[in-house]
């Protein structure tokens, strides 16, 4: 029957008269209930038979194992065991186990064990165990272990990644993010990040991901992954990949990927990625990455990231990373990173990093870090380097670079 129509015979009997309340005994609670919940559906019933589905436009969607989604700029979607994502600017998304994101142009989402991204102002797609894409500024894809069809080509492997060769093609695979980025669209592996960074450009390894940066340079690596940032240079490293920015630059880290952001200069960490930001600076961090923003400063923290947002200004927390964003504003926070705003604005949380969305608008999350949403900002993860939301951004997933 539809559910649209109304049975003829009432489903529940009706209630006894009052006087006989208190003989139902266990039965009362049970039948009240019975009622409510009838209630409950002939109000989502209504729901569909007006709207053509079910729930207004801003509601929300929850469930207990699926992310939800909302439509609308200002509502949150929370999910119990997943990431939410807030829709517009300001708006805030807590999840329990995860990040969530504002979803602007430059939004970003994280799925528990891998990223995933929406690469429209609006569209979100989750998946239990990987992220997916969703295709246009409204569409959402939902599959509990894959993908579904859409408008766009995608390419599809059980074990391993394909890509799709259009500007909105999504790439996805079952237990790791992958990534189409317009006409330089990514495609992750299993195992390890590989790109292609020109329409067609596909570089595929067996057991790697490699990279081309040009339309027919290609990367690969047996086992690990390497990039080429032009047609004739190329950065490897035995055990991690490493990034070269120019076409001479190389930046080798023996146990995991550094980064050297102009022709000459290379920035070296022993355990973990670092980053230089002109020619000559170089930021060392023993035991994590660091960042200096200027030609001089440098910014150290002994046992994990800082950094140091103006020639002088420098920030140091004893137990993880901090920002500062002008020359006299320092954050620390004692267990994790945290981040300032504006000139004076602080964000403290005291299990975790935090996120501000505007000059006053905060967000903590306990067990994640969150997110910068201008241009130049990055975001750490507390095992990991974050992203910077600009052009020449890096996207690392937990387990590596991507």
Do not use: Y
């Amino acid at each position: 029957m539809s559910p649209c129509l109304k049975p003829a015979d009432p489903i529940i009997p009706p209630l006894l008269p009052r006087q006989s309340h208190l003989d139902l005994g266990p039965f009362n609670s049970f039948t009240s209930a019975r009622i409510r919940g009838r209630r409950r559906q002939s109000q989502s019933q209504r729901s569909f038979c007006s709207t053509g589905h079910r729930g207004p436009r801003t509601s929300e969607d929850q469930d207990e194992r699926e992310p939800g989604r909302a439509r609308t700029g200002t509502s949150e979607d929370r999910d119990e065991r997943g990431p939410g994502r807030a829709w517009t600017g300001t708006s805030e998304d807590r999840d329990e186990r995860g990040p969530g994101r504002a979803r602007t142009g430059t939004s970003e989402d994280r799925d528990e064990r891998g990223p995933g991204r929406a690469w429209t102002g609006t569209s979100e797609d989750r998946d239990e165990r990987g992220p997916g894409r969703a295709r246009t500024g409204t569409s959402e894809d939902r599959d509990e272990r894959g993908r579904d069809e859409d408008r766009t080509s995608e390419d599809r492997d059980e074990r391993g990644p394909g890509r799709a060769r259009t500007g909105t093609s999504v790439d996805r695979d079952e237990r790791g993010p992958g990534r189409a980025w317009t006409g330089t669209s990514e495609d992750r592996d299993e195992r390890g990040p590989g790109r292609a960074w020109t329409g067609t450009s596909e570089d595929r390894d067996e057991r790697g991901p490699g990279r081309a940066r040009t339309g027919t340079s290609e990367d690969q690596d047996e086992r690990e992954p390497g990039r080429a940032r032009t047609g004739m240079s190329e950065d490897q490293d035995e055990r991690g990949p490493g990034r070269a920015w120019t076409g001479t630059s190389e930046d080798r880290d023996e146990r995991g990927p550094g980064r050297a952001r102009t022709g000459t200069s290379v920035d070296r960490d022993e355990r973990g990625p670092g980053r230089a930001r002109n020619w000559t600076s170089e930021d060392r961090d023993e035991r994590g990455p660091g960042r200096a923003r200027t030609g001089t400063s440098e910014d150290r923290d002994e046992r994990g990231p800082g950094r140091a947002w103006t020639g002088t200004s420098v920030d140091r927390d004893e137990r993880g990373p901090g920002r500062a964003r002008t020359g006299t504003s320092e954050e620390l926070d004692e267990r994790g990173p945290g981040r300032a705003w504006t000139g004076t604005s602080v964000d403290r949380d005291e299990r975790g990093p935090g996120r501000a969305r505007n000059w006053t608008s905060e967000e903590l999350d306990e067990r994640r870090p969150g997110r910068a949403w201008t241009g130049t900002s990055e975001d750490r993860d507390e095992r990991g380097p974050g992203r910077a939301r600009t052009r020449t951004s890096v996207d690392r997933d937990e387990r590596g670079p991507g």
